[in-house]
């Protein structure tokens, strides 16, 4: 009985090598990791479970979450980017890619990834104290043009980061100095909100979903979405465009794999996330959390985080942030 | 009011009531056998909670440590080992009592007064903490540095023994916590290129390592024969438990007032709180001369105080992601892996799952008194558990919690560091709990001194500047110069807490 078993099972296994050899559509055929650079609970975390748990039902085996955080995203992408390229190992990558090699923290950027799909964007957002004689963008940057350089102080985010590099982009197309306001570096967007609740910064530049609990509990009102149309969540802020200053940013999130994933493995994972990305379930997901929700295949997505490198790359140069 | 039926939903679910059943027995058996802590039953249940959701994750814990602060008096009462250090201050009493044969009279009044103590802190916590974080919304990085700081200051000089030794283990933590990249500049510091070491030593693997492997260690050394208890047949234990319950009412009011007040106070937990109680409670006894001969009162009262403390410490834990004790530093890591992040805004954000949390410790507290009950006929059984099977599985868990946590190797290798240097320090007299404090607290003092500074444009007078800084400031500088005083003036060692306090036992 043991005898025949173990029989059958080498000749199975033979059999597997065989299909392997062959290539004959055999991905996947084990469980694949999806590495997250940022800690679980997060929003980063949140998106990548669910896509993870729709990609297994479409794909037929397991699909695990792996939280790579610490470092400022350097040690998940690094995971990801490190992995061998055989489609068992992707991961979300996040706006960082396009700004951790500029600070000199890693070697890594976009083209160190075989990109597969951007499936998210969020907008900066500018949030100030509900009881802030701020109303709208133009008082602000008035005021701000009124008072010396370092009057005003603002926060949202680590040194360096996506937010900090929102209030400075925002500065430098009002015709400000891009440091004219004081960053007040935090350890994520809800500490920002908190200190400008208790009177510690005047600005926090983070997006908008991120400061929806402290809007609601009437804390902190936004003035102005950096983004090309008004949230529909959040149809009373208007754009920055809106009221004169031209800048547009936000953070994104996408689906990669190491360089050089083999064309099978980007054939199949392509169009699993394309269905996903208009699933009802995915959708509802989004919109509850009031993420925003976008689509770009292998290319552009591509050609969308090499244009985001260099635009990042100017402002972090621009501030000093940039290293060489 | 919505928010607090959701929350009692979630409690009373039945997977959650299982959860705290095992959860109950779990930490029975860890506080009951000597050397175990009830901080190392937390440690052990860190990679268990990852595959459950919040409630029942954060229940499970609440319930282990309260039933494992009580369970501790159990070997304290029939063998004179105290199983956790929070019952060591009552030992004396508890142990004459047994040799008298009267072993039911020290454990019910350990059990019953361990329950009203809990559920005295469990009140004071569910009305205390949401008022306390609409307040401390208005806490800026002044406010939170200088209640960083006071909460080390409390850690190293008054909760040890000796200030200094206390000292060099809170630059130790300190130290540590300064590994891996810097929040505010983005610099790498004491990396060596390692990418994993740019992430920083990430505190529960540490925690793990500092409480759990370096206990295993110490019992690798000197192994220890089973014991047997003196009393081998333990009478009807609730008797004459209202009596005391009558007689003590007001000593068992101000122990368990004093063990919530204790467990808030950063870096002071149970063990300190049963300490200063069973002080206070000869003190103002009408019978000080009976204290230490097999007195019942010192019992009721530090018994009460001990439980007590746990609901305190979750206050700072919960409102301001300070510690109260070394339970909650592990409960803190645990909150942020459930998405629910300790601070002021966790009122705002989840107020079910606060809710679901105050709910649970009245649970956890009603369990303790049928499983209790149980610990206490079962006793003689646990104490044939083989150790020699039972530490090696106790590895076996902290190298996976450890190796879970971020599901890397290095993980693990943290652990075992970090249990070694433990293991080190605690065999030279230094206490660890400064350490980890300085662990957790560290990136917390740096971060809200460097943002202040950029805010007050450098100037160091600001600290002073919004009211509650200043008297946060105030009171922190006069803990500095107690201890200074403490250092430069040695003064005769007063009875009571020596090295393993402020462990939050």
């Not at chain 1, 690094?78 to 396009?98: L, Q, R, S």
């Not at chain 1, 509850?288 to 244009?307: S, T, Y």
């Not at chain 2, 220890?224 to 009011?253: C, D, E, S, W």
């Not at chain 2, 601070?343 to 049928?370: H, I, Q, S, W």
């Amino acid at each position: 009985m043991l005898r025949r078993t173990l029989l059958a099972s080498i000749g199975l296994a033979v059999v597997a090598s065989f299909g392997i050899a062959a290539g004959a559509g055999a991905y996947p055929e084990r469980p694949i990791t999806i590495i997250v650079p940022w800690g679980a609970g997060g929003g980063t975390d949140a998106t990548g479970r669910i896509l993870a748990s729709l990609m297994e039902k479409r794909l037929g085996v397991p699909v695990n979450v792996v939280n790579r955080t610490g470092g400022s995203g350097v040690v998940g992408h690094a995971a990801i980017a490190n992995a061998k390229p055989d489609g068992y190992t992707i991961g979300v990558i996040t706006v960082e890619t396009g700004m951790m090699h500029w600070a000199g923290l890693t070697d890594i950027d976009y083209r160190s990834y075989t990109p597969l799909a951007l499936y998210n964007e969020d907008p900066a957002g500018v949030q100030v104290r509900v009881d802030s004689p701020w109303n709208s963008i133009e008082e602000m940057l008035a005021d701000i043009r009124a008072n010396p350089p370092g009057t005003f102080k603002a926060s949202g985010t680590g040194q360096g980061g996506i937010w900090h590099l929102a209030l400075a982009g925002m500065l430098d197309a009002a015709g400000l100095e891009s440091d004219r306001v004081t960053w007040v570096p935090s350890q994520g967007a809800a500490p920002g909100l908190q200190d400008l609740v208790a009177g510690g910064v005047d600005i926090v530049t983070s997006s908008v979903p991120e400061a929806k609990a402290l809007i609601d509990a009437g804390k902190v009102k936004s003035l102005a979405v950096m983004a090309e149309a008004r949230n529909p969540v959040f149809p009373e802020v208007p754009t920055l465009k809106e009221q004169g200053v031209d800048w547009t940013l936000g953070a994104w999130r996408g689906i990669a794999g190491p360089e050089g994933l083999p064309r099978e493995v980007i054939d199949t994972l392509v169009p699993v996330l394309r269905e996903i990305h208009e699933s009802k379930e995915f959708r509802d997901f989004m919109a509850q959390r009031g993420f925003g929700v976008v689509w770009k295949g292998p290319q552009d997505f591509e050609a969308f985080m090499a244009e985001r490198d260099a635009a990042l790359g100017k402002v972090m140069k621009k501030l000093g942030l940039a290293k060489g | 009011m919505e928010p607090v039926f959701a929350a009692i939903a979630l409690v009373l679910s039945p997977s959650t009531l299982l959860v705290v059943s095992a959860a109950g027995l779990f930490g029975l058996f860890v506080g009951a056998m000597p050397g175990l802590t009830a901080t190392l039953a937390t440690a052990l249940l860190v990679p268990v909670t990852f595959f459950m959701d919040p409630v029942p994750a954060l229940a499970a814990i609440v319930t282990t440590t309260a039933m494992a602060i009580f369970a501790g008096d159990l070997p304290g009462a029939l063998l004179r080992i105290p199983g956790t250090p929070a019952s060591a201050a009552y030992v004396e009493d508890a142990y004459r009592l047994t040799r008298k044969g009267q072993a039911e009279r020290a454990l019910g009044a350990g059990l019953v007064f361990s329950v009203i103590g809990g559920l005295v802190g469990s009140v004071i916590l569910a009305s205390t903490a949401p008022i306390l974080a609409e307040f401390a919304l208005r806490f800026s990085s002044f406010e939170y540095f200088w209640l960083a700081l006071f909460g080390l200051s409390c850690a190293a000089f008054i909760a040890t023994g000796s200030p200094l030794k206390g000292l060099v283990s809170l630059l130790l933590g300190l130290f540590i916590a300064t590994i891996g990249i810097d929040i505010t500049t983005g610099y790498p510091r004491f990396a060596f290129g390692v990418v994993e070491l740019m992430g920083g030593v990430s505190f529960i693997p540490a925690m793990i390592g500092m409480f759990a492997v370096s206990e295993v260690l110490r019992w690798a050394i000197r192994r220890k024969r089973a014991m047997t208890p003196v009393q081998q047949h333990i009478g009807r234990i609730f008797r004459g438990q209202m009596a005391n319950l009558r007689r003590y009412r007001t000593g068992l009011l101000r122990g368990s007032l004093l063990g919530t007040l204790i467990g808030v106070l950063p870096g002071a937990g149970a063990d300190i709180a049963a300490w200063v109680t069973y002080a206070l409670a000869r003190r103002f006894s009408k019978e000080p001369e009976k204290f230490g001969t097999g007195h019942v009162e010192g019992i009721v009262q530090a018994g009460a105080a001990n439980n007590a403390s746990l609901g305190g410490a979750w206050i700072p834990a919960l409102v301001f992601g300070i510690p109260g004790d070394s339970i909650t530093a592990i409960v803190i890591g645990v909150l942020y892996m459930k998405g629910m992040n300790p601070g002021p805004t966790v009122m705002l954000d989840r107020p079910e799952l606060l809710y679901a949390v105050f709910f649970t410790f009245f649970v956890a507290n009603l369990f303790l008194l049928p499983l209790g009950w149980l610990a206490i006929k079962f006793y003689r059984r646990l104490l044939e558990v083989p150790r020699d099977l039972l530490m090696p599985f106790i590895l076996l868990l902290c190298m996976v919690g450890a190796f879970a946590i971020n599901n890397t190797v290095f993980g693990v290798g943290i652990m075992l560091v970090l249990g070694l240097l433990a293991f080190l320090m605690e065999e030279s007299g230094f206490p660890i709990a400064p350490a980890i404090l300085g662990i957790v607290l560290g990136p917390m003092i740096e971060q809200n001194f460097i943002t202040s500074m950029i805010k007050a444009d450098g100037d160091l007078l600001a600290f002073f500047e919004r009211p509650i800084a200043a008297v946060l400031g105030v009171v922190t500088i006069l803990v500095w110069g107690y201890a200074a005083l403490r250092i430069f003036r040695p003064q005769p060692a007063a009875g009571g807490p020596k090295s393993e306090i402020g462990e939050g036992e």
